[in-house]
């Protein structure tokens, strides 16, 4: 079994990793944050985002794409810092969390659906497709607390995270953006499902927060490799490193707030893990 090793900590909870041009960004949710790190761990930047930073992802232009989740937004980062790319607060229920954007800079945005901090019933909801100029729709409902999200490299195949169905839900992506073909990639009992990544050989890596691991999934549901996270919860993870070989993992200990802003103990993890990343893949 693969044990991962902490390169930085001090964070509240961190979430939502990506890995673009050599560096690991990340959302540190409840310190309304996003921070930028070297493989190795070394803080490189940060900025503030207004109602806490979740989904992020990459314009074709090279500006980026992140959500506000309090304030059901998504904001656009360019070199004149951050300006608003879309609002959702008409159709978003609360908490905007988790997204991804495809190669052609349409993002596809989930949301938590329902007070899970008040104790609310778990209540589905739905994904909306945000295209380039900030216009909305509706491509999927009936979603049961969507979370992590990638799109395959030939960029035809959704897959997101179902945490508390739980499951991971594949669609077919249609050349205006519109999801059909709706079918389970893999059930997930004992486990819920957050944020996930794509390898190489089409396995799904998934968070699993309350087995304190990350599991690496095969289409049909056979996990075929775990990394266990010492003394905490995996919320997140991404493949990156100079060889897609580094399983960076968004770890925080406790997960609910204030406590996190108070302990910081968030961290980052990594374990070395024998399949790359898919090349391609989104995010």
């Known amino acids: 079994m693969n044990v991962a090793r902490t390169i930085a900590s001090g964070f509240a909870y961190p979430e939502g990793p990506r890995w673009h041009e050599g560096q690991l960004w990340f959302a540190d949710q409840h310190d309304e944050t996003v921070h930028i790190l070297a493989a190795d761990g070394t803080r490189v930047d940060s900025f503030h985002v207004e109602g806490g930073p979740s989904g992020m992802g990459w314009l074709p ?31 978003h229920r609360h908490l905007t969390n988790e ?40 491509v999927a409902d009936e979603l049961v607390c969507p979370n992590g999200t990638v799109i395959t490299p030939d960029g035809r195949t959704l897959i997101i995270a179902e945490s ?23 059930d997930m ?58 399983l960076y993992v968004c770890v925080a200990n406790p997960s609910m707030r204030p406590e996190t802003v108070e302990k910081r103990g968030g961290r980052i993890d990594v374990a070395r893990v024998t399949v790359p990343a898919a090349r391609g893949a989104c995010p």
Request: with cysteine.
């Open 164 to 186: 508390l169905a739980p499951r991971l839900t594949a669609f077919d992506i249609a050349p205006d953006g519109s999801l059909s073909n709706r079918r389970v990639f893999a």
């Open 61 to 91: 232009d090279g500006d980026l794409l992140v959500v506000s989740m309090e304030e059901h937004k998504l904001f656009r980062r360019g070199k004149n810092g951050l300006s608003l790319h879309c609002d959702l607060n008409h159709i």
């Open 99 to 138: 997204m991804v954007v495809d190669s052609k800079g349409r993002a596809y945005v989930g949301n938590i659906g329902f007070n899970f901090e008040a104790g609310d019933s778990v209540t589905p909801t739905m994904l909306v497709m945000v295209d380039t100029d900030g216009t909305s729709r509706i």
């Open 189 to 246: 009992p004992g486990h819920v499902p957050d944020g996930i990544c794509l390898d190489a050989e089409g396995c799904i890596w998934a968070a699993s927060p309350f087995t304190n691991s990350v599991v690496r999934v095969r289409e049909g549901g056979e996990i075929v490799e775990t990394v266990t996270i010492e003394g905490a919860g995996a919320f997140a993870c991404m493949l990156g490193g100079e060889d897609g070989r580094d």
